[in-house]
């Protein structure tokens, strides 16, 4: 047997993790690794305070941009009321849903009761299609008998197609369902969605509203210095973890970006057999990251759509200028097109279709020369790195 299939070789952990774990997405810090949120910790424990004594607990409505650690504390909250209030007997129970999962009331639903039940019954049968939403709430009612509190994080809450669940869970005491209190924490990254919320949300469910902050680049620096461990010893340069935490501050101050373009440039020295991780890899990092959020972003688009991006980012690497006419546009896209075997659309399709990637931030439109008024040009600017862009649907290529 030749020495490249001992176990060791073949079970090799690598030279540069030590625990990649702590790197993963879904990874929950221990409490002394979450950094700078204490006030909102407070106020997250504020509003469960009375819940860990057997009263109601208030509900509660986060706003914050991604990476800003809403789904951490609310998560890391729960989970110590509960065992706080066991100290009091109180029987404390929560669950988290992302509402980008289970997008409707049904979903949620179920989602409520298939958790419940495997904490507190794993042996019940509940079935998990061709029921409604109100069959689910009687499994959850009766699955709810011996609680005393139990609290609801909605995350993502933007993403609910309706506001049925909120109603049901807002009036389950009141109205005598359950005598258990129930409080709901939801969460959402989109402050835009603020006023729709709060109309959308009956005035019991608003208790109190908290928005998280993007971190600064030093609390990102130690965000990730606690998780230095993740890498064997001496692995990392010194000017990696400054270097991540920079370039996540630039964007928005996002930490899950930050672990994981650190947990990326850990990974590519470890796929170029490198024995360090140095600030090159930390840019090459950066770099996959981005071509991979803009896949993402693109790939529930036509293949048109994608000729279209390609378009406009050849004409904006290709020029001074970074805006560009629907006509000029359109005319690089005929070719790219063609050049495919498809049937180009028309100058009209390719304006609307342009306009809707505005809505998504892709690009931009706007009216130069003489305002809104007719006869005013339509232009439009790519708002990503036109390298990434191309890398992304050249790669994105295969899956069309
Ligand atoms: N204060 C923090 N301390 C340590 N790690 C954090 C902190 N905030 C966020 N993170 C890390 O970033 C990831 C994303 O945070 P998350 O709570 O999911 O953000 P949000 O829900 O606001 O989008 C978390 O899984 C965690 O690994
Ligand atoms: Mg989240």
Redesign the pocket.
Known sequence: MSEGYSDADLFSTGDIFARRELLR?????DRD?????DSEMRQVGAALGPATDGGPPRNLIIF??????????SRHICRRARKHSQKSGINLRHVYVDCSDADTETRVARELVLQVRDELAPSMDVPVQGIGASEYYRYLWTLLDDVDVFVVIL?EIDKLADDDVLMQLSRAEESGKTDAYVGVIS?S?KIEYREQLNERVNSSLQDRELT?HP?DAP?LEE?LE?RRDAFLDGVLHDDVIPKTAALAAREHGD??K??DILFEAGSLAEERDDTEVTSQHVDDAQQRTEVKRFQDLVSGSTPHVKYILRALALLTLNSDDQQFSTSEIHRLYERLAENEGSDPLSHDRVYRLLKEQSFLGITESYHTGGGASKGAFLQHRLMKDPEIVIEALDTGKQDD
């Open positions: 997405v879904g990874h929950v810090p690794r979450i950094v700078g949120r914050g941009k991604t990476g800003t650690g809403k789904s951490l504390v995350d969460i990254n998280f971190y609390q965000i606690n930490a899950r930050a672990v």
